[in-house]
């Protein structure tokens, strides 16, 4: 009989100090020189890590009444629109959101970077003037400090596999996947690997609604699924998806976070986007979780999209593996193409280690998943209706 | 080896004299051609890395350029990392042709001066911009 470990088991031995974790990489080696059921004996939690682009993140600030008060119909944050359709000092800065004075240079993402920074940030809104919140405009400086609550509330994050890009075109592409130099000069892909949280519980045995993650240096917790979840992509026979599968909506309070781990990021002639980076434990419940866990990089594969076709579907052109990406360059059709990452592996790494620390320290439990993530829907597209 | 890195300025008449072509064969120097602007009928551009293994052939080379009408001038600018606010993504290097820029075996940027030819093209593909020309 093998053994299997519950939460409870677990988090009383982060109590009492005999906890062990490992890094999604440490486990690797592990597992092959000891053995499923030997690492499943010794280590409780492994550890994961991503740092890249969300370009689906935001926060939602609340401003505190002025006096007199004001009903907030249109709200910005160092010039850039914030959305205010909620209740009266409600707003919800999102990150791709571009500034009205300095355009593509600066955006929401940059507003939420200078806000853990502990930096003053220029509020300016409008009201229409009611019997309750007479006021029509104000216009002050807020910090992190002076707001009731700013929370992270990010709608995708932590994209379980992505894409490579490539452009087949006689010209270069600038894209949310850097640039792409033409007639296939190079290919990039988004993905921390061994290390990314949901290429590690790829069926989403142990991350659901409710689980408690580290998030931009903080503590967050999975909220929801995320948008365009998709588990429905097709899958190899380890379950795991050959594309963009799953995503998590997730949430925290900024003020437990830092801009090591909340960066603002320009992708040129594309937009603004937010470097977030997350960390989810997996727990080590049974001998099924230890064999998901040590799944490597060569196992690990993704699907390469010629980006030079500016449609919805674009054409699948082959699958590689993240060892292949990672080794500097791939083979596609006999050419062999130089491959960029572009999500940062070292800060990964940084983050699977600093939850590992915190959980050593006692200073984060695990938690069991209140519900499941939905484990079969797909993704629809947006067809118009002609009249 | 003695090398020298030069920005050179042709008169529209002198594009089509083969100048590169004496300095190979008239003073013995390997030519690295970085970055190239010619259109017939138009000032051109051209830069060059010359190497030789001495420094005196080189001069040699450049003043005979000068004679024709050539102008010379070092290639001042330079490409600076703010290596302190680098997050080590490495989208920096898709565009690095010249492998200046690339991943070593921890997954940390290394930029190496010496094979930079300056193409700019690094300074936009930075998405956390700490990569600027310096002149
Ligand atoms: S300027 Fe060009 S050659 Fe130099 S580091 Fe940047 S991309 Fe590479
Ligand atoms: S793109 Fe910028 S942040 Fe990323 S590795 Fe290159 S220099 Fe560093």
């Given at each position: 009989m093998s053994i299997t470990k519950s939460y409870e088991e677990i988090n009383e031995k982060i109590k009492t100090g005999k906890v062990v974790v490992a890094t999604a990489e440490e486990i690797i080696p592990m597992v092959q020189e000891e053995g499923v059921s030997k690492v499943l004996e010794k280590v409780d939690i492994v550890t994961t890590g991503t740092f890249g682009a969300m370009c689906s993140s935001g926060a939602f600030l609340n401003f505190g009444h002025a006096d007199p008060p004001i009903r907030m119909s249109k709200v910005w944050l160092n010039d850039v629109p914030a959305y205010a359709g909620i209740a009266a000092v409600d707003a919800y800065i999102g990150a791709t959101e571009l500034s009205e004075?300095?355009?593509?240079?600066?955006?929401g993402a940059h507003v939420i970077e200078e806000l853990v920074s502990g930096k003053k940030i220029k509020l300016k809104a409008l009201g229409t003037g009611?019997?309750?919140?007479?006021?029509k405009e104000i216009e002050t400086w807020v910090d992190l400090n002076d707001l009731n609550q700013a929370y992270l509330f990010n709608?995708?994050?932590?994209?379980q596999n992505y894409s490579v890009a490539v452009n087949s075109s006689s010209r270069a592409y600038h894209t949310y996947m850097g640039i792409l130099l033409p007639n296939f000069g190079n290919a990039t892909y988004s993905t921390s690997g061994e290390l990314s949280p949901l290429l590690n519980d790829p069926e989403y045995r142990t991350i659901g609604i409710g689980t408690r993650i580290f998030l931009g240096g903080g503590t967050g917790y999975v909220a929801w699924e995320g948008t365009q979840h998709n588990p429905a992509q097709q899958r190899d026979e380890n379950g795991l998806p050959l594309a963009s599968a799953g995503t998590l909506a997730v949430v925290g309070d900024l003020?437990?976070?830092?801009s090591k781990y909340l960066r603002a990021g320009i992708f040129h002639n594309y937009g603004i986007s937010l470097y977030v980076g997350i960390g989810i434990p997996i727990p080590l419940l049974d001998e099924e979780m230890v064999k998901k866990v040590a799944i490597s990089n060569k196992d690990l594969k993704t699907t390469i999209y010629d980006y030079?076709?500016?449609?919805?579907s674009k054409p699948a052109l082959g699958v590689v593996s993240y060892a292949d990406l990672r080794s500097g360059s791939i083979n596609l059709d006999g050419k062999q193409i130089p491959t960029a990452p572009l999500s940062s592996l070292d800060k990964a790494r940084e983050i699977a280690k600093e939850l590992k620390a915190w959980i050593l320290s006692g200073r984060f439990y695990l938690t069991e998943p209140v519900a499941a993530l939905p484990y079969r829907d797909g993704v629809k597209p947006l067809d118009e209706e002609v009249e | 080896m003695a090398k020298k890195r030069v920005v050179l300025t042709f008169p529209p008449e002198l594009t089509e004299i083969p100048l590169t072509y004496h300095l190979v064969k008239d003073f013995d120097l390997a030519i690295n051609i970085l970055k190239a602007k010619i259109t017939p009928g138009e000032e051109g551009k051209l830069v060059l890395e010359l190497s030789n293994g001495s420094l005196e052939k080189i001069e040699d080379g450049l003043d005979y350029l000068e004679k024709h009408g050539v102008t010379i001038q070092p290639l001042s600018k330079e490409i600076v990392l703010d290596e302190e606010k680098c997050i080590n993504c490495g989208a920096c290097t898709a565009v690095c042709n010249s492998k200046a820029l690339s991943m070593d075996a921890d997954a940390r940027l290394v930029f190496n001066k010496e094979s930079c030819i300056v193409c700019e093209l690094c300074v936009s593909a930075c998405p956390m911009r700490v990569i600027k020309v310096m002149f």
């Open positions: 004075t300095k355009g593509e240079e600066y955006g009611t019997d309750c919140y007479p006021r709608p995708r994050n932590a994209y003020r437990e976070m830092s030079g076709i500016q449609r919805r | -």
